[in-house]
């Protein structure tokens, strides 16, 4: 039986008083849900003293308190502590709601950083490994039907530079391109009830022409199951398929005739409904898809067939009171809107694999993303066994997302720092081959930046050129040469020509400005140095988007659409004021890609 309105109700209103209250995951959602943000106990474990004294099954409490899902390190988890804490304890303690009796209840957690070991009532749950991915446990056996008690601890070395960190830097201080750290964790934590057999997991393929496939994955599946997924346009269906779920994978075929697309202009989505059933439904999950294609075709990217520029602009996600996690859902939708308002028609989200509320938002939105994961820096076995078993689990996250139109799980180099070294160059070959295997409907860079191999759908190009003119003198023979000239390394890994996919200058810019009035730290930087006035700055803009538009790219990526910390390149201050009349900024990228 369906839980009540009434319950219903009562559950959401819990998730409403903690932070970040709005459902964490929407492209996979049950009714009956109930947020463990807020308030936890929480411990720095400096000494290593947690595991020797079973602080899991002791009674101790925590010294301190921190509200989950912002990291220590942060001003909003109420520490603000960015000092080096490798191992950290947390605990709370909840009581599931009364109907939820005779269900299977799931623990989820969003992202933490880095392992993660997980307690319930002195019961051992499991372990994770990876920060920026999602994970989860059965918690039903280990429960009581009173209150109880939830404990977490983490490790998080915050110098070893062979696990993938991103922009988290390896020295007490944020210092250049490098941030804060983000220990712990860092996305919602929450429960969800579901009957005896339920849906795991379902990857939706959906086409330009309405096909629409979908591979799922059952937890305790049983013989009588059958899984029915309804496709719905508003209220309206417009497409069902079902078939036995007796076993742990099942696939349906279905289509939508003559469906509505998903674009820039129109980013229609259609409800999907899964619903498990055995004489009566036992799980339901909403989710919603978007029916679109993305290729490069005649040297240029297209969007259902058509062309379409990439106009992205590069967002690190952070934000100065909470660094890598949203402040709130609105704060996501800000970011967006004032993006586009600008004139981008996307954002690559640098070194990090973002809350599933901002993809979810891109999706609704009509925003195009172009998707990464934190890398690492050096290179060895554990390194290649870590980012390969995070990334997967990236791309599988999030597959359905119709706004995410290309991969990258190497950015610059990083974790292959020697490609004359053959095993990094296979290993860069590698990935991109893993994701185009994990994900045939996307483009793939197999190195954002630079020191390219003979696998890539798009040519990234990262240069800080301070003027349209350098630009103009490095690029314009690149189409009748096949020459494509270095920047601050080869375009090219030793050994490989360019392959002629079409040429994307996915980092240019670092335009520094500092409006009056703005708090930046003192050793403040920028690109080609701190312009002293938004003219100038606005200047330098248009003399390179002028020479983009000459130069035949199949599309651009500004650096960066807000100052992070000391880097001060962004179109609007760490606290999201814009530095520029919006109305000017886009009518610079105006001249490009109409």
């Known amino acids: 039986m369906r839980l009540s309105v009434l319950l219903l109700a009562a559950i959401a209103g819990m998730a409403q008083n903690a932070p970040r209250p709005e459902y964490p995951q929407p492209q996979f959602q049950r009714d009956a849900w109930l947020s463990l943000n807020g308030q936890w106990e929480f411990e720095f474990d400096d000494a290593h003293a947690g595991v020797g004294e079973n602080w899991p099954a002791s009674t101790r409490k925590f010294s301190r308190n921190i509200t989950v899902p912002f990291c220590f390190e942060s001003k909003m988890s109420g520490i603000g502590d960015p000092s080096f804490h490798s191992e950290v304890w947390y605990r709370r303690s909840f009581t599931a709601p009364a109907a939820w009796k005779g269900k299977r ?76 750290r983000t220990t712990g964790i860092w996305q919602p934590v929450w429960l969800e009830a579901t009957g005896a057999s339920y849906l795991d997991h379902a990857r939706m393929t959906a086409a330009m022409d309405g096909s629409l496939r979908i591979d799922a994955v059952i937890a305790n599946p049983a013989p009588g199951l059958t899984l029915t997924a309804r496709i719905l346009d508003g209220a309206r269906t417009v497409a069902t398929a079902a078939a036995p779920a007796e076993a742990p994978r099942v696939s349906l075929l279905t289509g939508v005739p003559s469906p509505r697309l998903w674009s820039l202009a129109n980013p229609n989505l259609y409800t999907v409904v899964f619903e498990l059933s055995k004489d009566s439904v036992i799980d339901r999950v909403n989710s919603y898809t978007g029916f679109r294609s993305v290729a490069v075709e005649n040297g240029k990217v297209t969007l259902n067939g058509r062309p379409t520029y990439l106009k992205l602009v590069l967002d690190q996600g952070y934000w100065p009171e909470s660094t890598l996690t949203p402040p709130s859902d609105e704060a996501i939708q800000y970011d967006i809107r004032m993006t586009k308002a600008m004139g981008f028609n996307g954002a690559r989200k640098h070194q990090k694999v973002e809350d599933p509320r901002f993809l979810y938002w891109a999706d609704k939105m009509g925003f195009l993303v172009s998707g990464e994961i934190a890398n690492a820096y050096e290179f060895d076995d554990e390194y290649v066994r870590a980012i390969t078993a995070e990334w997967t689990e990236a791309v599988q996250r999030d597959y359905n997302h119709p706004s995410i139109v290309i991969w990258n799980p190497i950015n610059e180099s990083w974790g292959v720092p020697n490609l004359r070294d053959p095993r990094q160059q296979q290993h860069l ?95 403040s930087w920028g690109y080609s140095g701190v312009e002293k006035s938004a003219e100038s700055a606005l200047s330098r803009l248009r003399s390179q988007l002028t020479a983009i538009a000459r130069l035949g790219f199949a599309g651009f990526c500004y650096t960066q659409i807000t100052d992070v910390e000391q880097e001060v390149n962004g179109l609007m201050t760490y606290d999201r004021k814009p530095k520029f009349p919006v109305e000017e900024v886009k009518a610079i990228l105006d001249l490009v890609g109409q």
């Not at 800080?464 to 350098?470: D, F, H, K, L, T």
């Not at 601050?488 to 409006?515: C, D, M, W």
Request: proline content about 8%; overall charge negative.
């Open 105 to 180: 209840v799931l623990l989820k957690f969003g992202a933490v950083d880095y392992r993660a070991w997980v307690w319930l009532n002195g019961r051992s749950l499991g372990f994770h490994q990876g920060g920026n991915v999602p994970f989860s446990f059965d918690i039903t056996s280990a429960m009581t039907s009173g209150p109880n008690s939830l404990v977490v601890r983490v490790e998080d070395p915050p110098t070893d530079r062979y696990i993938p960190r991103g922009k988290q830097y390896w020295e007490p201080k944020s210092r250049g391109i490098f941030y804060t």
């Open 429 to 523: 070959r590698a990935m991109f081959t893993l994701t185009k295997s994990l994900d045939a409907t996307r483009l793939v860079i197999d190195n954002e930046g630079w020191e390219h191999t003979d696998l890539t759908d798009l040519f990234a190009i990262h240069d800080y050129a301070r003027n349209g003119e350098i630009l103009w003198e490095k690029y314009k023979d690149v189409s009748a040469t096949g020459v494509v000239p270095p920047n601050a390394r080869p375009a090219l890994a030793p050994g490989f020509e360019y392959n002629g996919t079409p040429l994307y200058l996915s980092e240019f810019g670092g335009i520094a400005f500092i409006p009056a009035g703005a708090k930046v730290p003192g050793e």
